[in-house]
T-cell receptor, first 109, second 113 residues
Framework: GEDVEQSLFLSVREGDSSVINCTYTDSSSTYLYWYKQEPGAGLQLLTY?????DMKQDQRLTVLLNKKDKHLSLRIADTQTGDSAIYFCAEPNTDKLIFGTGTRLQVFP | EAQVTQNPRYLITVTGKKLTVTCSQN?????MSWYRQDPGLGLRQIYYSMNVEVTDKGDVPEGYKVSRKEKRNFPLILESPSPNQTSLYFCASSGTGQAGELFFGEGSRLTVL
């Protein structure tokens, strides 16, 4: 099937780390993506990782890829209230992106 | 400013009344796509277009039509809307030759009574 799965909610305290997990289905995907949707807005590409990498770090963001388990995670260090949003992982499939259900991250003070 | 513009942003209509949601991009992108977002279901692709006059069905095309007469525009047409088409709709475009790095519009929230 073409299911990309994520947990629906995550709640963290400001300053803590957040880890958002995703499982995907197609082991031949060359890229995997994380998109961020802020309230009332469209999705924006947050980061991506090549399938031949295990890890990618970009400032407060760390993406980990476990190809054997088809597991992708996004870690946000020092989570801030401005990080509150819905985060989608996505994998390409021919001419489209398949999105996960999205994880709503809530950051509380 | 590079952007994807959708109109209307909000619309309440009644069953059966034809409507069109417009989408325009100013980035000269070849690839454009429509998604709908529903709670618990994530984003599902409705239609996409690889270039002018080239369109194809996505995962949930029933009840929708599209056209791509110009590169910049990709309207979504609901000929006879029904309540199950109440949703948040997003248009997106990509210039990278693959459907990965998408630029999204801000969304159009449609309610069909």
């Amino acid at each position: 099937g073409e299911d990309v799965e994520q947990s629906l909610f995550l709640s963290v305290r400001e300053g803590d780390s957040s880890v958002i997990n995703c499982t995907y289905t197609d082991s031949s995907s060359t890229y995997l993506y994380w998109y961020k949707q802020e309230p009332g807005a469209g999705l924006q590409l947050l980061t991506y990782i090549f399938s031949n990498m295990d890890m990618k770090q970009d400032q407060r963001l760390t993406v980990l890829l476990n190809k054997k388990d088809k597991h992708l995670s996004l870690r946000i260090a020092d989570t801030q209230t401005g990080d509150s949003a819905i985060y989608f992982c996505a994998e390409p499939n021919t001419d489209k992106l398949i999105f996960g259900t999205g994880t709503r991250l809530q950051v509380f003070p | 400013e590079a952007q994807v513009t959708q109109n209307p942003r909000y619309l309440i209509t009644v069953t059966g009344k034809k409507l069109t949601v417009t989408c325009s991009q100013n980035m000269n992108h070849e690839y454009m796509s429509w998604y709908r977002q529903d709670p618990g279901l994530g984003l599902r692709q409705i239609y996409y277009s690889m270039n002018v006059e080239v369109t194809d069905k996505g995962d949930v095309p029933e009840g929708y039509k599209v056209s791509r007469k110009e590169k910049r525009n990709f309207p979504l047409i609901l000929e006879s809307p029904s309540p199950n088409q109440t949703s948040l709709y997003f248009c997106a475009s990509s210039g990278t030759g693959q459907a990965g790095e998408l630029f999204f519009g801000e969304g159009s929230r449609l309610t069909v009574l």
